[in-house]
């Protein structure tokens, strides 16, 4: 578990009300399936803010982080059947490492969260022909190759890709900025 979602659990019951255990319970009562299904009940009928309401749903899931055996296993079912786009994520974190400072590599079930103090990139097989870097930039304005997220997205901005060529400075530049900004 990482110290960002340690410091949530830690403070969980005094944000939102109830235990881990208590909204499990909850949850159980609802008879939800479905990831979405409970992040939406949460938000709405309960007032949970929306990283603690995706939280719980992965905690009540098993879907997060900490409830898979292995992080080297979440990276790779991320890219079954899309396995060419694994030199995407491949060549980012070779561009990263090469930053001043410290990250770390947070894998969760569909994405990777890069962290300094916090979450500045995140990296996606969002399909089986595009890769997504989505970003933490609050208050940069979307040019070039950048795109500006949906409001109350997880990121404020994203490049899509679907070419390794894609990846040239202007996308490191951008990777670079968010780094630095969340360090």
Request: proline share 2%.
């Amino acid at each position: 578990m990482d110290k960002a979602e340690l410091t949530m659990m830690e403070n969980l019951k005094a944000k939102t009300g109830h235990s881990l255990e208590e909204w499990k319970a909850i949850i159980s009562e609802q008879n939800f399936a479905k990831y979405g299904e409970i992040v939406k009940y949460l938000k709405e009928s309960q007032g949970v803010t929306h990283g603690y309401a995706t939280t719980i749903a992965s905690k009540v899931l098993g879907s997060d982080a900490a409830s898979a055996s292995d992080t080297d296993e979440l990276i790779t079912n991320q890219y079954k059947g899309k396995e060419h786009l694994k030199a995407f994520y491949d060549k980012l974190i070779s561009e990263i490492n090469q930053f001043d400072g410290d990250f770390e590599i947070s894998p969760k079930k569909a994405y990777v969260s890069l962290r300094r103090k916090k979450q500045f990139v995140t990296l996606n097989p969002a399909s089986k022909t595009r890769f997504e870097i989505g970003f933490n930039l609050k208050g940069v304005e979307a040019k070039g190759k950048l795109e500006a997220e949906k409001p109350m997205a997880m990121c404020s901005h994203k490049i899509n890709l679907s070419d390794i060529k894609e990846i040239d400075k202007e996308v490191i530049d951008w990777i670079k900025l968010a780094y630095n900004q969340a360090g």
